[in-house]
């Protein structure tokens, strides 16, 4: 993908002096090496990081902390973002949903930097956030399987209304059950009853807790398989989904020995299937429709 510049606003001029050619605004003139002609640095006074541009090599690039979200916003890249605005904007049209807002972005959760995507509603804005290497790296099919994938969040809301409200549920039913039998093993001793009644309660409560916590994490899996049944229709070859998760593959690889018991409790306790699950249960989809 072809460089460009980075336009950065400023809230003050610079005073400091520069080689560089100036012009009658009072903002110093800089030069990208990809891109003819100057553009304005417009630099202030906020808080940046700088990390490697990983498509022109060389040229810092700089990011803001974005302090309402622990993520970096990239600053500037106006041409991945309308790219990616056009990709969402032509799959929504064709599902007949609303088109999200876009975002650009380094990461969309901790750890090294990936092509990946994250769907959310922030203040009631239903917004994709694509990172910038998806947008660099990932090819036509690539991309447009991870994003549909991310708008299959968003077509599946009112799956994802109920399951908040199951959760909501079993999480608020765990917290009486504990907090009635503690109290009522704690008043017990003032009234010399017995207290087993109350800690018999309260141990209900937390194994209730930890039915909310596998809940959840079977829910979790759960979405993400929808969204990808819902994604192959944008992907009939799953050639985008391949090379999607060999690029996962390629920055963090999955465990490939034998399910033994103990991966087996520990899939319990995933937010995500397996990359080998979620390619063979879409192929098994594919398979049925072209029956």
């Known amino acids: 993908m072809a460089s460009f510049a980075l336009k950065r606003r400023s809230l003050y001029p610079t005073n400091q002096p520069s080689n560089q050619p100036s012009n009658p605004n009072g903002f110093r003139m800089t030069h990208h090496p990809h891109v003819q002609g100057p553009t304005h640095d417009r630099s202030g006074p906020t808080h ?9 090599g060389t040229e810092p690039v700089r990011t803001r902390m974005d302090m309402s979200r622990d993520r970096y ?9 309308k790219a990616a605005r056009i990709h969402v904007a032509r799959i929504s049209g064709e599902e007949g949903l609303q088109v999200p807002a876009v975002s650009i972005v380094q990461s969309v959760e901790p750890g090294p ?14 917004t994709v956030e694509v990172t910038e290497r998806a947008m660099s790296e990932l090819s036509l099919e690539g991309l447009a399987f991870l994003l549909a994938h991310e708008l299959g969040h968003l077509a599946d809301a009112a799956w994802c209304v109920r399951r908040t409200r199951v959760l909501v549920a079993v999480f608020s039913l765990a917290g009486v059950l ?13 009234f010399n009853a017995s207290s087993f009644g109350g800690v018999v309660t309260l141990v ?10 596998l809940l959840a994490c079977a ?3 759960e979405g993400k398989m929808r969204a990808d049944l819902f994604a192959i229709r944008h992907d009939p070859e799953l050639t985008g989904a391949r090379e999607l998760f060999d690029s996962w593959e390629a920055d ?13 409790v520990c899939f319990l306790f995933r937010t995500r299937p397996y990359r080998s699950t979620r390619l063979r249960t879409m192929q098994a989809a594919l398979s049925r429709n072209t029956r």
Do not use: C, N
């Open 219 to 221: 829910m979790s899996r």
């Open 113 to 126: 930097f990936r092509a990946d995507a994250h769907f959310a509603t922030r203040k009631g804005v239903p």
């Open 48 to 56: 940046q990081h700088r990390t490697d541009h990983p498509v022109s």
């Open 178 to 190: 504990m907090l009635g039998g503690f109290l009522a093993a704690v008043l017990a001793g003032y």
């Open 252 to 264: 963090k690889p999955e465990a490939t020995e034998p399910m033994t018991l103990t991966r087996r």
């Open 73 to 81: 916003v990239i600053d500037g890249y106006d041409e991945l973002q």
């Open 204 to 213: 209900i409560g937390l194994v209730t807790l930890g039915v909310w916590l």
